[in-house]
């Protein structure tokens, strides 16, 4: 429910309200009609504002929605990380379907990881795509990090082919799994393409898996030198 802010921002609260206001109401219509269909004009319209007033606090429908990105880039590492929280030793499938269920979790984030290539991140200030590529390189070495101490086999190499893998596949697999009207009507004649089409969770696992297997291995740990006894300690 988009929280209706005050007609008049003056203070710098009423200003962060109509702002949070303004990201609630893109939230809303990304996820109930996709992130390509949300406009400025439909996201004013819900919060009850003139069109132009989006314009004081985001330049434009892609400096909007990128910023709901960086917060889904947030969300994706503290969702990993807490589906690690206490594991160690998974195998290739396990730690594949926790990365992919950490992903399953967050629909809007892989609809918009797909516009964040395409015409997001390209289309905003020099800045501030600056400050996006900065929140998101923070969430990957989190997420990096926290792969290498889970002690399944994989190094920071591995461990960043993961991440790779799983936000490309996820981005793509997600389109596939919300056909248009005219797809899922195809689908309906066709029964054997819509079941490659609307496995997300389940194909994203496979292939995760297949990537975490195939992964180079983390190099064992140094072996230490034996040393000859010295004098002992006073």
């Known amino acids: 429910m988009v929280t209706q802010p005050r007609q008049r921002a003056r203070s710098p609260q009423d200003k962060q309200l109509r702002k949070t206001a303004l990201l609630e109401a893109a939230r809303e219509l990304a996820i109930e009609h996709g992130v390509r269909e949300v406009t400025l004009a439909a996201v004013t319209s819900l919060v009850g ?51 992919a269920r950490s992903l399953d979790e967050l629909p809007l984030f892989c609809d918009l990881l797909t516009h964040v290539v395409l ?40 461990a960043r082919l993961v991440l790779t893998a799983a936000m490309s596949c996820a ?19 066709e029964p054997r393409w819509a079941h490659d089409a609307l496995r997300f969770h389940e194909q994203l696992t496979e292939l995760l898996t297949a990537v975490v297997t195939g992964a180079p291995p983390a190099a064992a740990p140094p072996t230490p030198r034996s040393r000859r006894p010295g004098p002992p300690r006073p």
Do not use: C, N
């Open 49 to 99: 504002l003139h069109p132009t007033a989006v314009r004081r606090y985001f330049e434009s429908r892609e400096e909007l929605l990128l910023e709901l990105a960086e917060e889904g880039w947030g969300q994706w590492h503290d969702a990993l990380l807490a589906g690690l929280a206490g594991t160690k030793g998974l195998d290739p499938g396990q730690l594949a379907a926790t990365v």
């Open 119 to 158: 015409s997001l991140e390209g289309s905003v200030r020099l800045e501030r795509a600056r400050q996006y590529k900065t929140a998101a390189s923070i969430a990957y070495d989190g997420m990096t990090q926290a792969l290498v101490q889970a002690e399944a086999g994989l190094d920071e190499q591995g």
């Open 171 to 189: 981005a793509h697999l997600f389109q596939l799994s919300r056909p248009t009207a005219t797809l899922r009507e195809l689908y309906a004649q």
